[in-house]
T-cell receptor, first 116, second 115 residues
């Protein structure tokens, strides 16, 4: 069965600290996609990144970076030099061919507080 | 600017009432989804639709039904609201059909309280 685990329920950091959000996934499929979404206080989830199972290259986008490791089934998200605007709930998600691509499995989310 | 809109941000209903949550997208997406979000549980899929008049059950369809009469509109119906349906409801849409790699576009959510 597919599963996404975000073990960190809440994280609190001070502005300019680096923070890593953990994501561990389970799937029996060899073809799958992983996503990160951000949910700011306004409520609307915003897509951040997608990664397919055949591409283990890490990605950097400004202060955001993602580390995908198939060996540990992890897709971790790091924010460098955090800012107050990064305060949000972050969701990791998985979709695979077992669900026909229609069902995306979301983790429970990690709430990040960045204090000024 | 692509958009998914939901009819209400906040809604308060009484037990036993019939509740309609409306979602409209302007991106001509084939796929639409209804989730509920509860603390510690993340997002759980209630129903999805991959075409007009087509619908499929998600992981927690009990107590809910849906309607998709037009491509841009996907409605979630609580036939007889109960207190355990108090939650945040999120609508999403996604382009194309059956592909794994497309992200979903979300509405702002409706926070429903059932008294």
């Amino acid at each position: 069965a597919q599963k996404v685990t975000q073990a960190q329920t809440e994280i609190s950091v001070v502005e300019k600290e680096d923070v890593t959000l953990d994501c561990v996934y389970e799937t029996r499929d060899t073809t799958y996609y992983l996503f990160w979404y951000k949910q700011p206080p306004s409520g609307e989830l915003v897509f951040l990144i997608r990664r397919n199972s055949f591409d283990e290259q890490n990605e950097i986008s400004g202060r955001y970076s993602w580390n995908f490791q198939k060996s540990t089934s992890s897709f971790n998200f790091t924010i460098t030099a955090s800012q107050v605007v990064d305060s949000a709930v972050y969701f990791c998600a998985l979709s695979d061919s077992n669900t026909g691509g229609f069902k995306t499995i979301f983790g429970a989310g990690t709430r990040l507080f960045v204090k000024a | 600017d692509v958009k998914v809109t939901q009819s209400s941000r906040y809604l308060v209903k009484r037990t036993g009432e019939k509740v309609f949550l409306e979602c409209v997208q302007d991106m001509d997406h084939e796929n639409m989804f209804w989730y509920r979000q509860d603390p510690g549980l993340g997002l759980r899929l209630i129903y999805f639709s991959y075409d007009v008049k087509m619908k499929e059950k998600g992981d927690i369809p009990e107590g809910y039904s849906v309607s998709r009469e037009k491509k841009e509109r996907f409605s979630l119906i609580l036939e007889s609201a109960s207190t355990n349906q108090t939650s945040m409801y999120l609508c999403a849409s996604r382009p194309d059909g059956g592909e794994l790699d497309n992200e979903q576009f979300f509405g702002p959510g409706t926070r429903l309280t059932v008294l």
